[in-house]
T-cell receptor, first 112, second 111 residues
Framework: SQTIHQWPATLVQPVGSPLSLECTVE??????LYWYRQAAGRGLQLLFY??????ISSEVPQNLSASRPQDRQFILSSKKLLLSDSGFYLC???????????FGDGTRLSIL | QKEVEQDPGPLSVPEGAIVSLNCTYS??????FMWYRQYSRKGPELLMY????GNKEDGRFTAQVDKSSKYISLFIRDSQPSDSATYLC???????????FGKGTRLSVIA
């Protein structure tokens, strides 16, 4: 069966520091991968998605970037965090765009 | 008009009640419909997945899709305190289009 791992679970970072969140999927090949941010009262905001290694689509202009160095690895990064980057970040995978997405347990990021 | 509308609640019901959760949407191209349950501080968990119109039942959960009205529903029978969570609807059109999520309805089932 497929599993998704996302870490760390919580992270506290100072403004201006870099960020790297990692997500890996096991038990499937060439999944679609997604990064979301979830803010209270605003629902799930799709940040990036990838249909293959090195293929990244950005949904919103951000202080963030994403990379997919391996088939089942998806990384969310920032060179310099802003206060507005605080939130709950979720990684997800799916077999293709029409199939349901399956989520990790998220990273709660607080910027001080 | 937002693409997907979902009443945020909160919705509070007694244990054993039948719960009805709903979403409306504006894009007639949507064909794939999902319901997720999200507990506090956890990622969303897939509950139901349906294609096009009709009903689907899984245990205490029933999903309904009415494409003519652009309306989807999730019914929970014999609700339990463990059903207390936020429920999100999601949908997509065919092709390589990402899912569109509702903002979620917060449900509390009181023992």
């Amino acid at each position: 069966s497929q599993t998704i791992h996302q870490w760390p679970a919580t992270l506290v970072q100072p403004v201006g520091s870099p960020l790297s969140l990692e997500c890996t999927v096991e038990g499937t090949s060439n999944p679609n991968l997604y990064w979301y941010r979830q803010a209270a009262g605003r629902g799930l905001q799709l940040l990036f998605y990838s249909v293959g290694i090195g293929q990244i689509s950005s949904e919103v202009p951000q202080n963030l970037s994403a990379s997919r160095p391996q088939d089942r690895q998806f990384i969310l990064s920032s060179k310099k965090l802003l206060l507005s980057d605080s939130g709950f970040y979720l990684c997800a995978w799916s077999l293709n765009s029409n199939q349901p997405q399956h989520f990790g347990d998220g990273t709660r990021l607080s910027i001080l | 008009q937002k693409e997907v509308e979902q009443d945020p609640g909160p919705l509070s019901v007694p244990e054993g009640a039948i719960v009805s959760l709903n979403c409306t949407y504006s894009n007639s191209a949507f064909q794939y419909f999902m319901w997720y349950r999200q507990y506090s501080r956890k990622g969303p968990e897939l509950l139901m997945y349906t294609y096009s119109s009709g009903n689907k039942e899984d245990g205490r959960f029933t999903a309904q899709v009415d494409k003519s009205s652009k309306y989807i529903s999730l019914f929970i029978r014999d609700s339990q305190p463990s059903d207390s969570a936020t429920y999100l609807c999601a949908m997509s059109a065919s092709g390589n289009t990402p899912l569109v999520f509702g903002k979620g309805t917060r449900l509390s089932v009181i023992a």
